[in-house]
């Protein structure tokens, strides 16, 4: 349908204007216009006022005049508003151009252009959206997707991931491979703090290292036997466990956790004003930091959250309505998918104030949780919660993949993953965003699905009724690696209940630290047992440790002598190879045959 052209009307004044910017005529190529003289003029309407022109010329000469008439210049006004599409038209000398023949032709002309540049225009529009931050979106066939070459980041040797070598030369027993996550430094660290509190009320108390290692020791006997009711009925006569009642005294357990401190107090408020974390910063950093020496995972990495569930008076205590436990502190972890190994882990502690202003937090964690694995063509796997194009493009810029789900409120995603109505159930729709491939899957009718990828550059749709494309089915796969981690966790916890929440972190510590040691010693060919064997047997051994130290009373050996023997002929029945696994050293294997 043509354009509805506007007649717009001039004065006198307008009009001399606009012919005064006309350019001259050559009077040969003027025989067929209609100038007008010298003495004449045209109105521009009956209304307007008669303006006298006059022109310094000579009369000997032919009249060089610009001036046309009325219509005609409407004329070629409405020509150059109407010509919006292609150039627009160019004033010449000749005025046959604005004949009402040619008018019509040009008309027609300018017609034909804008009904191109709208089909154009559309097609365009078809093939390509804009999301509301400005975002580029092409929309891509299945078929033709695999034509699509985005930049895959380069893969290097990586295994299935495993210790470090680092950790192949300290781990040489269970023992060993305890104080590789937990060194003997933390345990100083508690030591000293710890003595700093109670000598605020009892001057001669003390401790030691190895009462220390008891200690824990405790805690992982109640964790392996999978108990769940209050810490003294571990002493029970009728329901106590045996390990427990022969390593330590439920009154000297008692005193250890009331003294029990991971830093001095006196320095805790010039502290806090820069860290949060303040109370256990210190050994939690440790942890974390052995952790990511000893360990080298593999291809896929996952990121997830974690909520350690207490109810204690912290200043950054979380409530998240999904979890099984409401109430707990939260934790970012990074995880390998095969071994469900503890990569990284950050605590949250509220609003950073070390975050860059416009930093989306979900980019400063994943940042900072995969900084140790960039650059090494790993895939990290994420929820809704993380994925972003922004936090893709930063990855792929470390030679580091993406795969995660999109929440569709982002102003990133284009319209059309939004639209649910007209979609058809199990169908598929790929959009890509430079290397970035999202793909929106209609699990449900009125449910879409969006991913964002950037580690596939071929998609495939399964041949059945659902018609999953292999990236929804990859991502199923790979997202499991913190859920699974915290599942085993929750199985065998050394939790029990405590007012203080530096002394939960301490028993989340204590369960990241046997699970990521259960698959250290497995990788190292040291056992083969699981967490919750691994649990009684490092008590067992921090036991003897504790046993063999100075600092054992006589007194407790004589009231307990019986369960200390019992304790003592685990580790002496069976092969004598195996019983030399159990301690770090032959000279303690020595001692311990004495006994």
């Known amino acids: ?39 004449e003029f045209v109105p ?19 009249v060089q005049s610009s001036l046309r008439t009325r219509k005609q210049t409407k004329r070629l006004i409405i020509v150059e508003e109407e010509d919006k599409v292609g150039k627009p038209s160019s004033v010449q000398g000749n005025s046959s151009k604005f004949k009402k023949g040619n008018h019509n032709v040009q008309d027609k002309d300018c017609r034909k252009r804008r009904c191109a540049g709208e089909k154009s225009s559309s097609s365009q529009k078809q093939l390509c959206e804009t999301a509301k931050d400005g975002t ?56 000293d703090c710890t003595e700093h509190k109670a000598r605020k009320t009892n001057p001669d108390w003390s401790t030691s290292v190895y009462e220390l290692m008891a200690f824990v020791a405790v ?45 001095i107090k006196d320095t805790r408020l010039e502290r806090l004003q820069a860290d949060k974390f303040a109370a256990i910063s210190d050994i939690w950093g440790c942890f974390v930091q052995n952790c990511v020496q000893s360990y080298d995972p593999g291809n896929h990495i996952t990121v997830d959250e974690q909520l350690f569930p207490t109810k204690v008076r912290c200043p950054f205590l979380q409530y998240i309505a999904s979890k099984p436990d409401k109430f707990g502190i939260k934790f970012w972890i990074a995880a390998d998918l095969n071994t469900k190994y503890m990569c990284n882990a950050i605590p949250y502690l509220g609003k950073d104030p070390n975050r860059d202003i ?30 972003s194009l922004s936090l893709a493009n930063r990855l792929l810029q470390h030679n580091t993949t993406l795969l995660g789900t999109v929440n569709k409120i982002r102003r990133e995603v284009p319209e059309q993953a939004k639209n649910t109505k007209e979609r058809e159930e199990f169908s598929t729709q790929l959009f890509t965003s430079g290397s970035a491939l999202l793909t929106i899957y209609a699990a449900k009718k009125k449910k879409n699905v969006c991913l964002l990828s950037t580690l596939h550059t071929k998609v495939e749709v399964e041949a059945d009724l659902r018609q999953k494309p292999n990236v929804v089915t990859d991502y199923n796969y790979l997202k499991c690696g913190v859920d699974v981690l915290d599942q085993k966790l929750r199985a065998y916890t050394v939790r029990t209940g405590t007012r203080r929440w530096p002394v939960a972190v301490f028993y989340n510590i204590l369960d990241i630290a046997a699970s990521n040691l259960a698959i250290d010693t497995e990788k190292c060919a040291i056992c083969h047992k699981g967490t919750n064997a691994f649990k009684h047997v490092m008590g067992q051994k921090c036991t003897v440790k504790w046993i063999l130290s100075d600092k054992f009373s006589k007194l407790y050996w004589y009231c307990h002598r019986s369960l200390v023997q019992m304790t003592v002929k685990t580790f002496l029945v069976g092969d004598s190879q195996k019983n030399k696994d159990i301690f770090s050293t032959e000279t303690e294997y020595k001692e311990m045959d004495l006994i």
Request: charged residues 30%.
């Open 219 to 263: 805690l992982l006997f109640r964790g392996a036997a999978g108990r769940t009711g209050a810490m003294r009925d571990s002493w029970s006569k009728y329901f106590g466990i045996p390990e427990i009642m022969s390593t330590m005294s439920r009154d000297r357990y008692k005193e250890l956790m009331r003294y029990l401190r991971f830093d």
């Open 136 to 191: 580029v979106w092409v929309r891509r066939k299945i078929e033709d997707f695999n034509s699509l070459q985005p930049t895959q980041p380069t893969q290097t040797s990586l295994s299935k991931g495993g210790p470090t070598e680092i950790a192949r030369r300290k781990v040489t027993s269970r023992l060993q491979s305890f104080l590789c996550l937990f060194t003997i430094s933390m345990f100083m660290t508690i030591r």
């Open 1 to 39: 349908m043509a354009a509805r052209r506007t007649v717009k009307k001039l004065t006198a004044v307008e009009v001399l204007a606009l012919l005064q910017e006309l350019p001259d005529v050559d009077s040969g190529d003027s025989d067929e216009d209609s100038f007008v003289e010298e003495s």
């Open 358 to 387: 416009g930093e989306r937090l979900a980019d400063n964690v994943v940042t900072r949780l995969m900084e140790p694995f960039l650059d090494r063509g790993r895939t990290v796997t994420m929820d809704n919660f993380f994925t």
């Open 44 to 62: 521009s309407d009956s209304s307007d006022e008669d303006i006298p022109v006059s022109m310094d010329t000579q009369p000997e000469q032919p």
